[in-house]
C-alpha cells in the first residue's frame, strides 16, 4: 500500500498488506486494516526535519506488524519506535547489499547490469520485489503515483519524489517479463500498460 492520496482499493480476500513508512496511515485509512509488513528506511528516524516529524507522528501507536528496517537506521529505529508506542511483530535489518540480491533475484537478473543502481530503487517498488522474491502469487501496486504527495502530508517540498529513473526502469522490466504485478492505479496503467486488478 503507498500513501498517495485517494488510492484506488483493490478487490481482494486474504491479502496481506505491505507498508512503507507512513503508508501505515494509509493501510488504516483506505483499507480499514493493519500492516502485515512495513519497511521503515534510515530517513524517517532523522529527528531534524519536516519529513521525518510528519512520518513519525503517523507512526504512532500503530500497528505495523512485521517490521523491515534500513540497516543503517537499525538501533535508533527501535527505540523510536518504543517512544512511538508502535505495535510490532518481529524485527529484522536490512542493508543496500541485501536490496540489490532480493531485487536481482526477484526479477531474475540486474535491472542494467550494476547492482549499485539497483539499490537506488523506490522503497514501494522494492517492496514489491520483496513479495515476488517471498513467493507470492500476485502483487498488487494500491495508493503509487509518480505525481502526487503524501496523503498524511500537505508539504509538497516533503512529497517530490526521488528514484524516477529507476522505478521507471522496473517497471518498464515488470511489462516484458510478465512478472505478476498489478495495479489499481490508472496513472500506473496507461504509463506502463501494467495490467489492472479490479477495484
Not at 7 to 22: D, E, F, L
Not at 152 to 168: A, F, I, P, Q
Request: aromatic share 10%; proline share 3%.
Amino acid at each position: 500500500m503507498g500513501s498517495a492520496p485517494n488510492p484506488t482499493v483493490p478487490k481482494t480476500s486474504n491479502a496481506y498488506t505491505i507498508c512503507v513508512n507512513g503508508s501505515v496511515h494509509s493501510a488504516h485509512k483506505y483499507l480499514g486494516t493493519q500492516a502485515d509488513l512495513t519497511f521503515l528506511n534510515g530517513a524517517i528516524f532523522n529527528n531534524t526535519d519536516d519529513y521525518s516529524n510528519a512520518t513519525q507522528g503517523v507512526l504512532e501507536n500503530k500497528s505495523l506488524g512485521d517490521v523491515l528496517i534500513a540497516r543503517n537506521a537499525y538501533e535508533r529505529g527501535l527505540e523510536r519506535l518504543q517512544k512511538l508506542k508502535t505495535n510490532y511483530k518481529m524485527t529484522l535489518s536490512i542493508s543496500k547489499y541485501d536490496k540489490r540480491v532480493i531485487l536481482a533475484e526477484a526479477c531474475g537478473r540486474s535491472l542494467n547490469g550494476r547492482y549499485k543502481f539497483d539499490a537506488n530503487i523506490s522503497n514501494g517498488l522494492f517492496m514489491s520485489a520483496v513479495a515476488l522474491w517471498s513467493g507470492a502469487a500476485s502483487v498488487i501496486l494500491a495508493g503509487f503515483s509518480f505525481n502526487s504527495k503524501h496523503d498524511y502530508s500537505e508539504d509538497n517540498e516533503l512529497s517530490k519524489r526521488g528514484h524516477l529513473v529507476e522505478d521507471r526502469l522496473y517497471l518498464e522490466h515488470i511489462v516484458k517479463s510478465g512478472l505478476p504485478i498489478f495495479t489499481t492505479e490508472a496513472e500506473i496503467i496507461s504509463s506502463f500498460d501494467i495490467e489492472s486488478w479490479p477495484s
